[in-house]
């Protein structure tokens, strides 16, 4: 298994485990891209919306905080 198919797919329970269902099939789809032998440019862009969403969720989080 590749570098990137081995981090898609740590990362996809732990996104399911805290309530990302969204995302976490975003990575399952990565993950199955990977092993169908998807071009690389298919894979980019499944990946960088697993990026935009975990950069948007991060966002959130944050945005929410409440500063003492």
Sequence with gaps: AT????AVHT??????MIGMDALAEE???IE???KAGQ??????VALDGLV???E???RRL???RVVA
């Design 27 to 29: 990575a399952f789809n």
């Design 11 to 16: 990362v996809k329970p732990q996104l399911k």
């Design 52 to 54: 935009r969403g975990l």
């Design 62 to 64: 944050q945005a929410s």
């Design 3 to 6: 570098a990137l198919h081995r």
């Design 39 to 44: 071009s690389p440019e298919t894979l980019r």
């Design 32 to 34: 199955e891209a990977l």
């Design 56 to 58: 948007d969720t991060t």
